[in-house]
């Protein structure tokens, strides 16, 4: 067991802290607080609860709910180009995945869904797979996009279902293999419905879902206002518009 750190440990690490964001002037991204990469108020705000949520007949685990700080947080690590913000967010993403494998047998691969080439070049990275790699997690690249689809920005319920249709399939047969399918974040569950039905078209099973944020409920009623939606996203870190595959977030306001 490792011990906690004694107060001078901890006073000497701060210390250290605020020498290098002298050096290297960062804000937080999840207040913007001239700081650390993410201050000590909003790693508290990260702190994962992990909960089981639904969305029609999906179950997913997630780790946080999709507002504020973490909302905030989510939008400058994926679209901020804000990746010395994972850490939090890395630990999050582990609870939730370790809470839907609770109680399964060995053997269950990571897999997620992949970004479109659109937004692989934007970014440079795949943020669920680059949070997973932060936990030692290794996710098995079993899906590819069939077809470009449009960002799902704007759409209601139905128009992401229909979007998100036939969007995915396995490169190869899965017969026998065990998937936990893994995502950032939950709005109407269409993305992660659509990878399992690619899965198990190919023969493989899904055992469960696990997500680092949902969006909250309330989601629904926003489908009639796409304007003020996506504007609103555009204050909340792009986060809709650079996505692609994924979800786009609703407003947290
Ligand atoms: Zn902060």
């Known amino acids: 067991m490792a011990r906690p750190p004694s107060a001078s440990a901890a006073t000497f690490r701060r210390a ?42 999906l179950s997913a685990w997630a780790a946080l709910e999709y507002v504020g700080v973490a909302a905030r947080t989510i939008g400058a690590f994926k679209d901020g180009a804000r990746t010395d913000a994972a850490a939090p967010l890395a630990a999050a993403l582990a609870a939730a995945v370790r809470a839907a494998l609770e109680g399964c ?5 990571v897999c997620t869904v992949p970004s479109t080439p659109a937004a692989m070049r934007r970014r440079g990275y795949s943020p669920v797979d680059l949070l997973l790699a932060r936990c030692g997690i290794r996710s098995s690249r079993v899906l ?55 899965i198990g078209v190919a023969r493989g099973s899904v055992v469960g879902f696990a997500v680092l944020a949902e969006t909250p409920r309330r989601y629904p009623r926003d489908i009639r206002t796409p304007d003020r939606r996506l504007r609103d996203n555009a204050t909340h870190g792009s986060y809709g518009g650079m996505t692609g595959v994924v979800e786009p977030p609703f407003r947290s306001g």
Do not use: K, M, W, Y
Not at 33 to 54: K, Q
Not at 105 to 109: K, T, Y
Not at 145 to 154: E, K
């Open 144 to 198: 590819r996009l069939t077809r470009a689809r449009i960002d799902q920005a704007g759409l209601g319920v139905d128009g992401r279902r229909a979007n998100a249709a036939g969007a995915l399939e396995a490169h190869r047969d899965l017969a026998g293999r065990r998937f936990l399918l893994v995502d950032d974040v939950l709005t109407t569950g269409a993305t992660l419905a659509e990878a399992s039905r690619a």
């Open 105 to 109: 047998a060995p053997g269950v691969e």
């Open 16 to 57: 250290a802290l605020d020498a290098l964001a002298l050096l290297l002037p960062v804000s937080c991204a999840g207040c913007g607080t001239p700081d650390r990469a993410v201050c000590d108020g909003c790693r508290g705000a990260l702190h994962p609860h992990p909960t089981l949520v639904s969305r029609d007949d």
